[in-house]
């Protein structure tokens, strides 16, 4: 093997097999690469020999080939209930055009597939979820921080309720904002699921507070000579804020930005699963409450589902902070 | 004649913890238009705090200013600020840095197309019109002010105030923007203020310069008019006797007369008693500027032209 390697290598007369291995770096290619994967195999090793010693009353605790199981099951149910949505739309379909068919006139019904929601699907819900609780949160975050970070006054009057509110768990929340909504939002046809709303409203509630005191923060810090300038301008407040106070705050406001998807995340998988709202943490109970032999694996691939997608999300925000920073030297991480 | 710009009796006091601070007392200048005028003192002795008052950033305590016939209340373009530290918005190229102010001064009296021809205008006048698309962190400390001068010029101020504009740079970038600044100020006539540590450039520069007695309650010491003929030039200037001999009297008033405060109680004392009478010399020296302004060959309209 060695041997066809280095032939192969004098072989190539322009040294490109050369120049690779000069640009070749044990030492980062061992911390980018090797260690890594190095951390993941330990880890699963430790997994596998600990999970065979865990016996419950739902068999033995699942290790990572029987997590691997689960995900190719989740999959596949998945993949079986898109062809049955299919197979029902067009069932419909066909049903609706003989009825067309017969008399132009008459009148045909649209039913959309109410099948179980898969574990993808629940994703797409928690996602969605998120999001939205984390736009609420922020439409309100961002601009009072700014008000705060602009105004002593204003950030003497906040500053308390900031403070008091800020440790409160979503648990605590979430009784009260299920009575709140369910008194409050009572209209036809609704828009938006009601549970889907408690978690949105108790997942916004949480992460207000890390983009409130970063916003605080980043627009206290502005630079005084900055502020001099824009008032030399004489610059209206709209176009002070637009052109000198968000700038120079997008490295702490994006700072708050994280901390706060990464705490609506956390806290959205507890809400569902308090509140039975559909999504990740509902499908957590539901499998904890059902109870087969199969059920642990699965819990476990929603927990490294949530690891993973919480992940991807901090590293959305980071590519989305470096793409708005305007100091391009300022490292980030 | 009205003055151009006038304070009359300005003092500040400020509030820190309580306890009051004053900095300036009885400060009264008055400057024609078109005229150069440095501010020279000691670290602290506020002529930063004069600045900020002309600039409307600091309201006096008592008296005040007034800038053609009107008093001044707030910050406004018309007194444009060049910062010691350039102050660029670093997420601003350097062309929208001065496009930012222009847009806020000609909004309505030029047209889109006018005002870029103006901002471009501006910046070519410092020579920095081939660096418009970089960024302030991309051009070095001596550019990045004279983006900071373009965007003063460009706001056409009727009182152009420096505040150690050229304090943070080395000695040649310093001798070139002086340079620069001495021909755009002989093209366009701006009034200027200008607060320096540099007695060479206070020298170099001004039609007159402004001594400031060291704080608390510091107030103008003297006021030296500087009668060198222009357009000068520092080669020529620096071995040129009036230009050595008015040196020399800035350097006297600056160690002799007003040596920093050493930080003795006694030492302050002394110096709070040699204030007062050159306080009130002061009020005669501004009177007889105003009274007598042609036998001056530095005065302001000769200087401009």
């Not at chain 2, 600044?181 to 366009?188: G, K």
């Not at chain 2, 008015?246 to 007003?258: C, G, I, P, T």
């Given at each position: 093997m060695s041997d066809t390697l280095s032939n192969a290598a004098a072989a190539i007369p322009d040294h490109r097999l050369e120049r690779i291995l000069a640009g070749f770096n044990p030492g980062k290619l061992a911390s980018a690469l090797i260690l890594p994967t190095l951390g993941i195999l330990v880890f699963l090793l430790a997994w596998h020999l600990s999970a065979s010693r865990i016996e419950t009353s739902l068999g033995q605790f699942p290790g990572p080939v029987q997590v691997w199981e689960q995900v190719q099951n989740l999959a596949a149910e998945h993949r079986r209930e898109r062809d049955k949505e299919a197979a029902f739309n067009e069932r419909q379909q066909q049903r609706n055009a003989r009825k067309l068919a017969a008399n132009p006139e008459a009148e045909v019904k649209w039913r959309s597939y109410t099948g179980k929601p898969t574990f993808f699907d629940q994703i797409v819900t928690s996602l969605?979820?998120?999001?939205?609780?984390?736009?609420?949160?922020?439409?309100?975050?961002?601009?009072?921080?700014?008000?705060?970070?602009?105004?002593?006054?204003?950030?003497?009057?906040?500053?308390?309720?900031?403070?008091?509110?800020?440790?409160?768990?979503?648990?605590?929340?979430?009784?009260?904002?299920?009575?709140?909504?369910?008194?409050t939002y009572s209209v036809e046809?609704?828009?938006?699921?009601?549970?889907?709303?408690?978690?949105?409203?108790?997942?916004?509630?949480?992460?207000?507070?890390?983009?409130?005191?970063?916003?605080?923060?980043?627009?206290?810090?502005?630079?005084r000579d900055l502020v001099n300038v824009s008032r030399v301008m004489a610059l209206s407040p709209l176009t002070h804020i637009h052109k000198i106070v968000l700038p120079a705050a997008t490295p702490m406001i994006f700072t708050g930005l994280r901390l706060s998807l990464a705490t609506g995340w956390m806290v959205l998988i507890a809400a569902e699963m308090l509140a039975q709202n559909p999504g990740l943490g509902k499908f957590v109970w539901d499998e904890f409450q059902n109870g087969s032999s199969n059920s642990l694996g699965r819990i476990m691939v929603a927990v490294l589902a949530i690891g993973l997608i919480g992940f991807m999300l901090d590293k959305l925000m980071l590519a989305l902070q470096k793409r708005v920073s305007w100091d391009k030297q300022a490292v980030l991480r | 004649m009205i003055n151009y710009l006038e304070l009359s009796g300005v003092g500040i006091e400020f509030d820190t913890n309580g306890s009051k601070f004053r900095a300036l007392q009885n400060v009264n200048l008055k400057l024609d238009k078109g005229e150069f005028v440095s501010l020279i003192g000691h670290s602290g002795c506020g002529k930063s705090t004069v600045l900020n008052i002309v600039a409307g950033l600091y309201r006096a305590t008592e008296g005040g200013v007034i800038l053609e016939g009107k008093e001044v209340l707030d910050p406004g373009p018309d007194r444009a600020v060049v910062f010691q530290n350039h102050s660029l918005m670093p997420w601003l190229s350097v062309y929208d840095n001065v496009a930012l102010a222009v847009d806020q001064v000609f909004r309505r009296s030029k047209s889109r197309a006018e005002r870029r021809d103006w901002i471009e205008h501006n910046l070519a006048l410092v020579n920095m019109d081939h660096a418009m698309d970089k960024l302030p962190s991309e051009i070095s400390g001596g550019m990045k002010q004279r983006v900071g001068i373009a965007r003063?010029?460009?706001?056409?101020?009727?009182?152009?105030?420096?505040?150690?504009?050229?304090?943070?740079?080395?000695?040649?970038?310093?001798?070139?923007?002086?340079?620069?600044?001495?021909?755009?100020?002989?093209?366009?006539?701006?009034?200027?203020?200008?607060?320096?540590?540099?007695?060479?450039?206070?020298?170099?520069?001004?039609?007159?310069?402004?001594?400031?007695?060291?704080?608390?309650?510091?107030?103008?010491?003297?006021?030296?008019?500087?009668?060198?003929?222009?357009?000068?030039?520092?080669?020529?200037?620096?071995?040129?006797?009036?230009?050595?001999?008015?040196?020399?009297?800035?350097?006297?008033?600056?160690?002799?007369?007003?040596?920093?405060?050493?930080?003795?109680?006694?030492?302050?004392?002394?110096?709070?008693?040699?204030?007062?009478?050159?306080?009130?010399?002061?009020?005669?020296?501004?009177?007889?500027?105003?009274?007598?302004?042609?036998?001056?060959?530095?005065?302001?309209?000769?200087?401009?032209?």
């Open positions: 969605l979820t998120v999001g939205a609780g984390f736009l609420i949160a922020n439409l309100i975050a961002i601009p009072l921080g700014v008000l705060c970070g602009l105004s002593a006054s204003m950030y003497k009057a906040v500053n308390p309720v900031i403070q008091v509110f800020k440790p409160v768990s979503p648990l605590a929340w979430l009784p009260l904002v299920t009575m709140v909504v369910s008194a046809d609704p828009m938006f699921d009601k549970a889907f709303l408690n978690s949105a409203i108790t997942v916004a509630l949480c992460c207000l507070w890390p983009t409130l005191i970063n916003t605080t923060v980043g627009v206290t810090g502005i630079d | 003063c010029l460009a706001m056409q101020p009727k009182v152009l105030l420096m505040d150690e504009p050229f304090g943070a740079l080395d000695a040649l970038t310093r001798a070139q923007l002086q340079d620069s600044l001495m021909q755009i100020q002989a093209e366009l006539g701006n009034t200027v203020i200008m607060i320096t540590h540099d007695v060479d450039e206070a020298v170099l520069l001004s039609d007159r310069i402004v001594m400031m007695s060291n704080g608390p309650a510091a107030t103008i010491g003297d006021i030296l008019p500087v009668g060198l003929a222009r357009p000068r030039d520092r080669l020529a200037l620096a071995e040129d006797p009036e230009f050595v001999h008015l040196r020399q009297q800035v350097l006297e008033f600056l160690y002799a007369k007003h040596g920093h405060p050493a930080g003795t109680q006694a030492g302050n004392q002394a110096e709070a008693a040699a204030v007062s009478p050159a306080g009130t010399r002061l009020a005669a020296v501004a009177k007889s500027d105003a009274a007598v302004d042609s036998p001056e060959p530095g005065a302001p309209g000769t200087a401009a032209a």
